[in-house]
């Protein structure tokens, strides 16, 4: 009963208006059947000895079962106490100790039942209680009305050991689509529960066998990088790329739980995951990759580094889809910023390893080595049948011929070897792309003149704050066919060639990057493609 207001107070409680509001909230299908998932887990926690002791194989079961007309969910938890009816069926009526559980703030099954349906039912068998509790919403009843008032009904149970919830939702708002989905994204959210092989999630089509593997909520486990260190002072031999992270903020919260590098990379599944209370809060189907841990999508720690940590001391949004950062050393920079420290403190820097480790699919990367060694040898076999038709190249070649000379011809431009390394010196361009610094080193030898035009390699460095440099050497040969006729003719051309090594540098640098196979072919036949198209009388 309502208690009486003093003159000139305001009642404040919201009235049956507020169930239309709920109604058509920017909502999910899976968060609304997560709701009716942390009851149940919250019940089978408070309940768990008296249930196991009850059955000591006891597991706890929630089934979801989504028809056309109806959704029903039911669980074998400890049910609803009688005493507990009028906080449970009241909306923002929040649990005696709000510190505990998954049901936290009186809202979950009313907001979710009310989003799903206009008509829902709830039927309660309390654990060491003889009577069966039955409740009736009748939501448009209530909105048109006017009222909240709702009268339980109880019957004798058929059997007094019989225990679980079941809520029936008809007239449904909505229609539930894509079932696998959510049973990945609920998979997600209880992976703890579920690793304890006491929680047993299904969820299926009205129809379909409950029994089916397709109906078990599951979660894919993720495994961690074994390799040797791909950074300079790391540890030796091979070791597990797995480390325990625990820390405590400047406002007293704590954060725990493990970081790894995948062993293998991952776009969908890298990130860190979130969790409060054993239930994931920030990461299900989304995963949390802050911009100072993880760099750009291109990155390979965006695609590596994976880690479940568990917030304790914060609170989360009433939608347990977020948390409630602060501003007093629980704020989300703080957060990030031990983070990124945990992952690279310790012996085992994460981060280096994920940005530097190159992993190959050994088995594959053969049977594609076979076939393009077996190409290459068609094309050297090509490229040596031409060759046999050229003639030597010689300095003589580059000045005019005896009957040039005679003719009156115009002599052309004095070819002669005049690409002095002396005076050519070193250059160097430096340029940042996506947060990585390029910088590109190039000098100049004097090799044979089949030899390469450039060859070039490049070296990735990170330093401890994270931040990528990429260093490339790049060598021209100033002997080669094609620098002979084109290098000494102008300066002009020479600064075309010097851009020209820099792009294809910086082409294989990234295609190395990315883990494509075979760079160092196609620049070995561009190479040879070069010094063939020298641009003398004699072969252009």
């Avoid at 979950?108 to 989003?115: D, E, Y």
Wanted: aromatic fraction near 8%; proline fraction near 4%; glycine fraction near 6%.
């Amino acid at each position: 009963m309502s208690e009486p207001l003093e003159s000139g107070s305001i009642d404040a409680r919201p009235d049956a208006g507020i169930f239309n509001v709920i109604r058509h909230l920017n909502y999910k299908a899976q968060y609304a059947f997560a709701e009716y998932i942390d009851n149940s887990i919250s019940s089978f926690e408070e309940n768990k000895e008296a249930l196991l002791e009850l059955d000591s194989s006891y597991k706890l079961r929630i089934d979801i079962e989504v028809g056309p007309e109806e959704i029903r969910i039911k669980d074998n938890a400890g049910g609803i106490p009688r005493e507990q009816y009028a906080r449970a069926f009241k909306t923002a009526e929040r649990p005696p100790d709000p510190k505990k559980g998954l049901n936290e703030f009186g809202m979950g099954m009313k907001t979710a039942s009310i989003w799903l349906s206009s008509h829902w039912t709830v039927i309660s068998n309390a654990l060491d209680e003889n009577e069966t509790g039955t409740v009736i919403f009748d939501v448009q009843q209530m909105i048109d009305t006017k009222t909240t008032i709702i009268k339980p009904s109880w019957k004798t149970k058929p059997n007094a050991k019989h225990h679980g919830t079941t809520i029936i939702l008809k007239e449904l708002n909505r229609r539930i689509a894509s079932l696998p989905s959510i049973k990945e994204h609920l998979g997600e959210i209880y992976r703890g529960y579920l690793r304890s092989k006491l929680v047993d999630i299904r969820i299926y089509r009205t129809g379909d066998s409950e029994n089916d593997p397709e109906s078990i909520v599951a979660f894919e486990e993720m495994n961690p990088l074994v390799a040797k260190a791909a950074y300079p002072n790391g540890p030796k031999g091979e070791v597990t790329w797995k480390k325990d992270v625990k820390f405590t903020l400047p406002g007293g919260q704590t954060v725990s739980g493990n970081a790894m590098v995948l062993e293998k990379g991952s776009t969908g599944k890298a990130g860190l995951y979130l969790f409060r209370r054993k239930r994931l809060i920030i990461g299900a189907s989304d995963s949390y990759r802050p911009f100072e841990i993880f760099g750009r999508s291109t990155t390979f720690p965006y695609q590596r580094i994976y880690g479940e940590l568990h917030l304790d001391g914060f609170e989360v949004t009433h939608t347990k889809d977020d948390i409630i950062w602060g501003s007093n050393g629980d704020d989300e920079e703080t957060f990030i910023k031990e983070v990124k420290k945990a992952l690279q403190e310790g012996g085992l820097d994460l981060l280096m390893q994920a940005m530097n480790h190159r992993a190959k699919n050994i088995e594959e990367k053969d049977k594609l080595r076979l076939k393009v060694e077996k190409e290459n040898e068609e094309i050297e076999n090509e490229i040596v049948k031409k060759k046999e038709g050229l003639t030597d190249f010689t300095d003589d070649d580059l000045l005019p011929s005896e009957e040039e000379t005679k003719t009156g011809k115009d002599n052309p431009q004095e070819l002669a070897p005049t690409f002095e390394v002396e005076k050519i010196g070193a250059r160097e361009f430096s340029f940042p792309i996506e947060g990585t610094h390029w910088h590109f080193l190039i000098s100049v030898e004097k090799n044979s003149a089949d030899t390469a035009l450039f060859k070039t390699s490049a070296k990735r460095e990170t330093d401890r704050e994270g931040n990528s440099k990429v260093n490339c050497k790049i060598t021209i040969n100033a002997n080669n066919r094609f620098a002979l006729n084109y290098l000494n003719r102008n300066e002009e051309f020479y600064e075309v060639i010097l851009r020209f090594a820099v792009s294809s540098s910086f082409a294989k640098a990234r295609c190395d990057q990315a883990g494509l196979e075979y760079t160092n072919a196609f620049l070995r036949y561009m190479n040879e493609s070069l010094t063939l198209l020298d641009g003398s009388n004699k072969n252009s």
